[in-house]
């Protein structure tokens, strides 16, 4: 979380404000590791291994590691991924009719309504059977156990605004199901929020951001072209990573943008109203609309590479570009109710950034557990 009142920043031009907002939507997850923890440098479960090839076969001493397995094949960690050897936004959605999600928004009591869509009237249910598949390896489904176990005796932070928490709600409906009720609770907060478990802390902290000093009203602050302004706010955030975070007791992550689809015409519905009414995805090979920015992301890209602590980048914008059908749409609430029949017929009203749960930020935390 970027502090407020570090600088005096310039001016920033009122539209670009939401893409600057960025900068809090496209923030880390932290994962604070306890020193009591020494079980973990001997445990076979967190090696790190390459992502394997598609259709390769198992190696004679993948055999015998499955054996040893046999009764806890959940720690199996031969799909280990490695963004070295695996692109994942290289790839496409495939429509897999078996696939279930882990959760509904009926089963997980922690989802807002704002995004739960099939509460919210949503009676087509294609989007929750879309498999994302990279071309050239395999990535793994998410498994809660063990997430769990790589999680075990630890902290996980989700820092960021209404995005960020979709991605935060998403992760704690994917492990809670295996958690019996009475080693489980949820406590909620306007900023803060934290959900507990008997052997780990899954917290999402404050989604508001406030930048230079306001305090003199317009002299604060100057107009800035928003690469600029992105620039001066990530070096910001890096700073604070790079005084604050040791390296040796918590790795972060930074999730890349969350695309906005609010102009069908990038898609090429031209009679269309932003989302409304989408089913399927954009099956147009890297597909790429006016709702991320690839100048934002190389300045991401070099301010990261420029940080003294490791930073491990998830990279959810190629594949969450496809995904027009996925948003909360006209399936949401608005000022804490929920939209009207009559609303919902209007597409103005289609939340075309938010995202339905379950659905495409579980997808992110698949990435995110296989890199961690």
Not at 249 to 257: A, D, G, I, N, S
């Amino acid at each position: 979380m970027i502090p407020s009142g570090i600088m005096k920043l310039p001016r920033v031009k009122l539209p670009q404000l939401i893409i600057i907002t960025t900068i809090c939507v496209i923030l880390f997850i932290v994962v604070l590791y306890s020193e009591s923890l020494s079980f973990l440098s001997s445990s076979s479960i967190l090696k790190f291994k390459t992502c394997p090839r598609k259709h390769n076969k198992l190696k004679s001493n993948d055999r015998k590691e499955e054996e040893v397995h046999v009764n806890a094949s959940w720690i199996d960690d031969r799909f280990d991924f490695d963004p070295e050897e695996c692109n994942v936004s290289n790839g496409k959605w495939v429509f897999n009719h078996s696939i279930k999600p882990l959760y509904s928004d009926t089963s997980c009591p922690y989802i807002d309504r704002q995004y739960s869509c099939v509460k919210n009237g949503r009676e087509d249910f294609d989007y929750l059977h879309w498999e994302w598949q990279p071309e050239d390896c395999t990535l793994p489904p998410f498994n809660p156990k063990l997430a769990l176990t790589k999680i075990q005796g630890k902290r996980v932070l989700f820092v960021g605004d209404s995005l960020q928490r979709n991605q935060w709600e998403s992760f704690v409906c994917l492990v809670q199901g295996i958690i019996p009720e009475k080693k489980k609770s949820m406590k909620r907060g306007r900023i803060h929020s934290v959900f507990k478990a008997k052997h780990f802390i899954i917290n999402q902290k404050g989604k508001n951001c406030r930048w230079g000093s306001f305090a003199n009203g317009e002299e604060g602050y100057e107009e800035l072209d928003t690469p600029i302004a992105y620039k001066l706010g990530l070096r910001t955030w890096a700073n604070w990573v790079d005084s604050t975070i040791n390296p040796n007791k918590t790795r972060v992550f930074f999730t890349t943008m969350s695309p906005a689809h609010t102009k069908s015409a990038d898609w090429g519905n031209i009679d269309g109203v932003k989302c409304f009414n989408e089913t399927k995805p954009v099956r147009k090979k890297n597909h790429w609309g006016s709702g991320s920015n690839k100048g934002m992301m190389s300045v991401v890209a070099k301010v990261v590479k420029t940080m003294k602590v490791p930073v491990s980048i998830i990279n959810i914008t190629q594949i969450s570009e496809y995904r027009i059908d996925a948003h909360s749409s006209v399936y949401t609430e608005t000022g804490g109710k929920m939209l009207s029949k009559e609303e919902r017929a209007n597409p103005q009203n289609a939340d075309c950034i938010h995202w339905c749960l379950p659905g495409v930020p579980d997808n992110w935390n698949q990435i995110f557990l296989a890199m961690l």
